[in-house]
């Protein structure tokens, strides 16, 4: 039964490409006003495709915010129902000029098709839709219940998402929930990720006057925003990469000896990684490698940092006002409200009192794991094998999906995470790129995913 639905799969590659190139051509970006409308062109170009390729009750839901995309089929009847969670929304694309090729008209070049959105999230979405479509018009049904969820603000936090699933827990009811929204671990080693980081975001402004100052006239008398900004930052870690604000660790869950092992026998090479990037020198938390400083240790890092005159030549000024986003990566069982808490005081009670301070919370979200020997997580690694050829490696991953947590906590399920991305592609960055191979095995894989869940049975029984 899986053979002809493969077999359609390989005879429509081309058409594929032509299609998902149209979804990359609308500049979605949730987090520009300007773009508003695109965002909802996008989500209805998405309910458009899911309408056509026969999913039904499909529908735009509004949000205080960017609109859900909903659709489904429901006519397995005793089989699982999948809860297919992903993203339509891209981030911006600036700076522009470091583009080869224009972010949103998609562009092939050595097996890869470069635009925003071809890795996070659209191009893996979808490769979900196409495997849905070669089921449904094979064998006129699929082997599993499917709801499909997309949502147009991941990348600005999933601000509505959250109330948006306690409101709606019927519908919303599944088995399991699949998201392909990560990249696997290297070209060619596919993987399934089981963890999670979670996040908080914030913003602190310091002002030190009403108006730029001369320097010449008022240096030495007034305090610099600037620098008092950057010594500020400066102590919330240590030479080690130690995080100093008191609390900040207090939850963290220690890795396990048998994770550290797992992962030190990963394929993982740190000269090539360095090379990859152009890193001079790897820096981070001491007593930790590099796979676990950034899938299980959390962090905190400058994402901006914004004072005084930054153009060309020179200008002797004495800022008014400085700026600077600040965010941390959690992990389990770190809370983003109690860090923010924490975060917060640490400022108020180190910054000069020479400053006005205002710190504001942005984007949060809890982090996630899960153990990988779930029935369901299992039938995920056979699906892998299949389309790529090789069985999946577990893996956790730096990065956060805010909603997962949601999943668990307010619908009790488990996620599978099968991503098709690489560590090269680019997200959130110029040139941001999807390996088409991987995109095509990626749609093989997802639709022996369904049936290998099918075969699992409901609630993993
Ligand atoms: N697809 C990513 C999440 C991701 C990245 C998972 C790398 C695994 C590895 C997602 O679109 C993303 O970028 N999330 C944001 C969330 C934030 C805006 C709340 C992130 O991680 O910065
Ligand atoms: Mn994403
Ligand atoms: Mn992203």
């Not at 906590?409 to 560590?423: I, M």
Request: with cysteine; proline share 6%.
């Amino acid at each position: 039964m899986m053979n002809n639905v493969i077999d359609f799969i390989q005879v429509n590659r081309d058409r594929y490409l032509d299609e998902l190139k149209a979804l990359l051509a609308i500049p979605s970006i949730s987090a520009l006003p300007e773009h508003a409308a695109d965002v909802r062109r996008c989500a209805e170009w998405c309910g458009g495709e899911m309408t056509r390729i026969g999913l039904q009750g499909v529908r735009l839901i509004e949000t205080p915010g960017h609109p859900v995309v909903y659709g489904e089929w429901m006519g397995a009847e005793g089989a699982p129902t999948i809860l297919f969670y992903g993203h339509y929304d891209v981030q911006p694309v600036d700076p522009l000029d470091l583009w080869q090729s224009p972010p949103f008209e998609a562009t092939i070049r050595d097996g890869e098709i470069y635009a925003r959105g071809s890795a996070d999230d659209k191009g893996q979405v979808f490769m979900h839709l196409k495997a849905i479509e070669a089921h449904l018009t094979q064998n006129g049904r699929l082997p599993v219940n499917i709801k499909i969820l997309l949502e147009g603000e991941e990348e600005v936090g999933s601000e509505h998402l959250d109330e948006f699933v306690r409101a709606n827990k019927a519908l919303l009811a599944a088995d399991v929930v699949v998201i392909s929204d990560s990249p696997m671990f290297a070209r060619g080693v596919p993987s399934i990720c089981y963890g999670l980081r979670g996040l908080v975001y914030l913003q602190i402004d310091f002002r030190g006057s009403n108006t730029d100052l001369h320097s010449g006239s008022f240096g030495g008398a007034v305090i610099n925003p600037a620098f008092a900004m950057a010594q500020l930052i400066d102590g919330m870690k240590d030479r080690s990469g130690r995080i100093r604000i008191p609390g900040f660790y207090d939850d963290v869950r220690p890795l396990q000896e048998a994770e550290r092992n797992a992962w030190a026998q990963l394929p993982f090479n740190e000269k090539t990684y360095r090379k990859d990037f152009g890193i001079p020198k790897l820096f981070g938390e001491t007593g930790y490698s590099t796979l676990e400083r950034t899938w299980a240790r959390p962090t905190l890092e400058v994402n901006g940092l914004l004072s005084g005159f930054t153009g060309e030549g020179a200008k002797t000024v004495l800022p008014a006002v400085a700026m600077a986003k600040i965010s941390m990566r959690l992990v389990p069982d770190q809370d983003p409200n109690k860090i923010a808490d924490l975060f917060q005081a640490y400022v108020e009670k180190n910054a000069p009192k020479s400053v006005e301070v205002t710190v504001t919370r942005m984007q949060g979200g809890k982090p996630w794991m899960t153990s990988f020997d779930h029935p369901y997580v299992q039938a995920a690694g056979r699906a892998i094998e299949q389309g790529f050829g090789r069985a999946p490696i577990f893996t956790r991953e730096g990065g956060s999906i805010p909603v997962v947590s949601t999943f668990q906590e307010e619908l009790g399920l488990p996620s599978v995470l099968f991503g098709v991305g690489l560590p090269d592609e680019n997200a959130h960055a110029p040139n941001e790129k999807l390996d088409i191979s991987n995109f095509h095995n990626g749609i093989v894989a997802s639709a022996v995913l369904y049936e290998e869940i099918a075969k699992v049975g409901k609630s993993g029984a």
